[in-house]
C-alpha cells in the first residue's frame, strides 16, 4: 500500500469519526423511536433511504428549509414540521432536526429579538414603519400571556410574530445558502478523494492478481 492511498484511507476514517460524533445527539434510524412525536412515524421512516441520505440533492434543502424553520417564532413545533418537510421535500432528516436544536430555552429569546430588529430594519427600507420593540414590551406580553389578557395585545403579538417571520427568512435564506453551497463543495472534495481511492485500491489489486512474467532463456 502506497503512502498516498494510507493517506486516502486515513481521511476516509477520519471523516466518518467525525460523522458518528455530530449524529450521535441527532434522530437516526436506529433511534428514532425514542423522539416524541417523531416515533410514531419511525417504522415508515426507516424505509425511506432518502430521509438518511447525506448526498447533495437530499442535504442541501435540508440545509435550506432547516435554517429558515428553526429561526421562526414557533418554538415547539420545528421538530414535527422537520419531518413533514423532510418527506415532502426528499431531504435528510437528522439534519433538518439537528438544526432545530439551534433554538432552545437559552437562546430563543435573545434570537427572536435579533430577528424582529432585522425584519424591522427590513421594512424600514421599504418605507415601512413599525414600532420599536423593546424590554418594555417584552415584559408587558409575557405578563399578559401568564395573568391570561394576552388576547388584549393581540394586534402586537400578531404584529410581532409577522416582523420575526420575515428576519427568520431573510437570515435562515441567507445562512442556507452558504451552508448549502458549503456542503456541495465538501461533498464534492469527498467525492473526489473516495474514487481516488477506489483507484488506487484497484490498480493495486490489478497488479497483485498480475502473474509473475516467465524469465528469459540465457
Given at each position: 500500500m502506497t503512502n498516498e492511498t494510507k493517506r486516502l484511507f486515513e481521511e476516509k476514517r477520519r471523516r466518518i469519526r467525525r460523522l458518528k460524533r455530530w449524529m450521535r445527539?441527532?434522530?437516526r434510524?436506529?433511534?428514532m423511536h425514542r423522539y416524541p412525536v417523531l416515533s410514531w412515524f419511525a417504522q415508515a421512516a426507516r424505509k425511506r433511504i432518502y430521509l438518511w441520505s447525506f448526498r447533495p440533492e437530499h442535504a442541501v434543502p435540508a440545509l435550506q428549509v432547516g435554517c429558515i424553520l428553526t429561526l421562526l417564532p414557533i418554538y415547539g413545533l420545528p421538530l414535527p414540521l422537520a419531518l413533514v418537510f423532510a418527506l415532502l421535500l426528499r431531504a435528510n432528516l437528522p439534519?433538518?432536526?439537528g438544526l432545530q436544536l439551534i433554538t432552545n430555552p437559552f437562546t430563543v429569546l435573545p434570537i427572536w429579538f435579533a430577528l424582529y430588529q432585522i425584519g424591522r430594519m427590513?421594512?424600514?427600507?421599504l418605507a415601512i414603519e413599525s414600532?420599536?420593540?423593546g424590554k418594555n414590551e417584552i415584559d408587558l406580553l409575557i405578563n399578559n400571556f401568564f395573568s391570561g389578557n394576552w388576547g388584549n395585545n393581540l394586534d402586537t403579538l400578531l404584529s410581532v410574530f409577522g416582523i420575526t417571520s420575515l428576519g427568520a427568512v431573510i437570515i435562515g435564506t441567507f445562512i442556507g445558502v452558504i451552508t448549502g453551497n458549503l456542503h456541495r463543495y465538501i461533498a464534492k472534495r469527498t467525492t473526489a478523494s473516495y474514487t481516488r481511492l477506489h483507484q488506487k485500491i484497484e490498480a493495486h489489486r490489478h497488479l497483485k492478481d498480475q502473474p509473475n512474467q516467465p524469465q528469459e532463456d540465457a
Open positions: 445527539p441527532l434522530p434510524r436506529s433511534n439534519i433538518l432536526a427590513t421594512l424600514g427600507l414600532s420599536p420593540f
